[in-house]
């Protein structure tokens, strides 16, 4: 059974460009969160994904855009890229309306560096 | 001052040694508390939940947590170099919300 995946692993961008991170949720799951892990920081909850609408969102500028598609998979798009969206951009998925924090799974994160 | 506060370390002790991670945090509303493990350039992988105030065990872990005073703790029994990792705290005001707060992380090394 496939975890939550995450492409790509790495990717170099400099400032002013746009950039493309996806991820597929673990097999059964329909909900999917990002999360931005500054070096040194915890992540940081950007939004929530669940029928192929935003429905949570953290406190994120509108630069930060996402997308769900019907087999559940999520992008998360960035415009307009700063020195400081470098971090690590972690994907989360769990199946919806099933209670405890304990259900949700966390991919292993691609990591954006902004030059 | 933040929502959750965590000694950010690192951490170093010998293995075998009981370890103690902690954090605080500031509004009453947090409802769950998890513990997280972290290993270098991997995903967060969850240890703990707990959702009451008391103790928690699975293993060589514990879970403590104490809503009056706002601390929640982790302790790590007969630790392994393999437990040497990032340690981060988080937090949920509802069980079925996503809006998770986490703590910065503790970054332990336990040496052989």
């Known amino acids: 059974d496939a975890g939550v995946t995450q492409s790509p692993t790495h990717l170099i961008k400099t400032r002013g460009q746009q950039v493309t991170l996806r991820c597929s949720p673990k097999?059964?799951?329909?909900?999917v969160s990002w999360y931005q892990q500054a070096l040194g920081q915890g992540p940081q909850f950007i939004f929530q994904?669940?029928?192929?609408?935003?429905?949570q969102r953290g406190n994120f500028p509108d630069r930060f855009s996402g997308h769900q598609f019907p087999n559940y998979s999520s992008e998360l798009n960035v415009n307009a890229l700063l020195l400081g969206d470098s971090a690590l951009y972690l994907c989360?998925?769990?199946?919806?309306?099933?209670?405890?924090?304990?259900?949700?799974?966390f991919g292993p994160g691609t990591r954006l560096t902004v030059l | 001052q933040k929502e959750v506060e965590q000694d950010p370390g690192p951490l170093s002790v010998p293995e075998g040694a009981i370890v103690s991670l902690n954090c605080t945090y500031s509004?009453?509303?947090?409802?769950?508390f998890m513990w997280y493990r972290q290993y270098s350039r991997k995903g967060p992988e969850l240890l703990m939940y707990?959702?009451?105030?008391g103790n928690k065990e699975d293993g060589r872990f514990t879970a403590q947590v104490d809503k009056s005073s706002k601390y929640i703790s982790l302790f790590i029994r007969d630790s392994q170099p393999s437990d040497s990792a990032t340690y981060l705290c988080?937090?949920?005001?509802?069980?079925?919300?996503?809006?998770?707060?986490f703590g910065p992380g503790t970054r332990l090394s336990v040496l052989p």
């Open positions: 989360a998925s769990k199946l919806r309306g099933l209670a405890g924090s304990d259900t949700q799974y």
């Open positions: 097999s059964g799951h329909d909900t």
């Open positions: 994904y669940y029928e192929e609408e935003e429905r």
């Open positions: 509004n009453s509303a947090f409802q769950y």
């Open positions: 707990t959702y009451s105030s």
């Open positions: 988080a937090m949920l005001r509802s069980d079925y919300g996503q809006n998770f707060v």
